[in-house]
């Protein structure tokens, strides 16, 4: 399926510890709203690291599935202050 690549890279990240948040943020175009979900939960856990996809979380927020609005406004909210600043 279309996000089978995308989600063995982001189990390579987790297990190498390299969270990559280019990969994530890639996720967060993706057709299916799980791997919208799943990015956004993901880029979430970086924190502060993952200021650079604020402008594509930003966007999540008006994605059309509720569980990718709610994924992208949690990692926001982790991001901290970078994601007032990046915005």
Avoid at 46 to 65: M, R
């Amino acid at each position: 399926t279309e996000g089978l690549p995308l989600l063995e890279k982001l189990e390579v990240s987790a297990r190498l510890k390299k969270e990559d948040v280019t990969i994530l943020a890639s996720v967060l175009e993706s057709k299916s709203p799980i791997l919208r979900a799943v990015g956004a939960r993901w880029l979430g856990k970086l924190g502060p690291d993952a200021a650079e996809a604020v402008p594509k979380l930003t966007a999540a927020l008006g994605d059309e599935h509720t569980e990718v609005r709610l994924a992208a406004a949690q990692a926001l909210s982790r991001v901290g202050k970078d994601a007032r600043s990046a915005a």
